[in-house]
C-alpha cells in the first residue's frame, strides 16, 4: 500500500538544522524526502533518481543542485549514506520518530543498511494485524534472497551490473522480475548496448518503467542488424525510431 500522506512535525520551523541550511533549495528537497521515501525511511542515493522522484515536472533542478543539498544533509548526519550490493542507497535516521501507520504502507524493497537493524523490510502487515513470527521471517528472508540472487547474477554475468547501475541511477530499483527480463535479454545475446540505450531513451522520455525499454527493444531486434545502424555519427537515434518512441511515450 503506497502511502497517502507524510507527517513534518511543527517543530520544523525551529530547527537549528533546518534554519542553518545553505537555501531554500536544500530545505524544500528535505521536505519532500519525507514524501518520496519508503516505510523505512529509505531511497536511492543518485541524483537522477531523487530528481526524477522529488520534482517529476520540473525541468529547470540541476543534478548539482540535489548532489549539493545531499551532501550537506549527509554532513549533518540527517540522511545517513551506505552500500548494499554494490549500489547506493541513503535513509533518514529520524524518519520513523515523527511517521505514524508506517506498518500499513509497502514493505521496504530496498536492501538495509548494514548498520541499520531491519524492521519492516520484506514485512507487510494486514490493516494493523501483525503477521506470525514464522510468516515474517519467511518473507524477510524471501527478500534478502531476492538481492542476494541478483547480485550472484550479476557476477556470473559481467554485463548485468553494469545495466542494473544505470538502471536505478536513470530508472528505479530493480526487483528481481526485471532483473530476469534482463538476463534473459543477455541470454538470448542481445548486444549488452542495446539495452543501456534502450535504458537511456527512456529516461530522456521522461517513460521510467521497464514495459517502455522492454517495446524498445523488441522493435530493434525485430529489425535485426539494421538495428546497429540506427544511431548517426552524432548519437543520435535515427528519424524513424524516433517517431516510433514518440508514439510509444503516448500509448504507454
Known amino acids: 500500500m503506497a502511502p497517502k500522506y507524510r507527517n513534518i512535525h511543527t517543530k520544523i520551523i525551529d530547527s537549528f538544522d533546518f534554519n542553518a541550511m545553505p537555501d531554500d533549495f536544500t530545505r524544500v528537497v528535505w521536505m519532500l524526502l519525507i514524501v518520496v521515501v519508503d516505510s523505512e ?8 533518481w531523487l530528481r526524477s522522484k522529488l ?7 540541476e543534478l548539482d543542485q540535489i548532489n549539493n543539498s545531499f551532501d550537506w544533509l549527509s554532513e549533518r548526519k540527517m540522511i545517513i549514506r551506505y552500500e548494499a550490493n554494490n549500489l547506493s542507497y541513503f535513509y533518514i535516521p529520524s524518519f520513523k520518530t515523527h511517521q505514524r501507520g508506517l506498518e500499513k504502507e509497502a514493505a521496504s524493497l530496498f536492501p538495509p543498511c548494514p548498520d541499520q537493524l531491519q524492521t519492516n523490510s520484506g514485512v507487510t ?19 534478502t534472497d531476492s538481492y542476494s540472487d541478483t547480485n550472484t547474477k550479476a557476477a556470473q554475468v559481467p554485463e548485468l551490473s553494469k545495466i542494473i547501475k544505470f538502471y536505478e541511477s536513470e530508472i528505479g530499483l530493480v526487483t528481481k522480475t526485471i532483473s530476469d527480463k534482463i538476463i534473459s535479454y543477455l541470454d538470448d545475446k542481445t548486444n549488452p548496448q542495446w539495452i543501456l540505450d534502450a535504458i537511456r531513451i527512456a529516461a530522456e522520455h521522461n517513460a521510467r518503467n521497464w514495459a517502455y525499454i522492454d517495446a524498445i527493444l523488441k522493435r530493434w ?5 539494421q538495428a546497429d545502424k540506427r544511431q548517426n555519427s552524432n548519437n543520435k537515434i535515427q528519424q524513424s525510431d524516433e517517431e516510433y518512441i514518440d508514439e510509444l511515450a503516448k500509448r504507454l
Do not use: C, Y
Open 55 to 61: 520534482f517529476p515536472m520540473r525541468t529547470d533542478v
Open 125 to 143: 502487515l494486514d490493516l494493523g494485524k501483525s503477521k506470525s513470527r514464522s510468516e515474517s521471517e519467511s518473507e524477510s528472508e524471501t527478500n
Open 221 to 225: 531486434i525485430a529489425q535485426g542488424s
Open 41 to 48: 525511511g529509505r531511497g536511492i542515493d543518485n541524483p537522477a
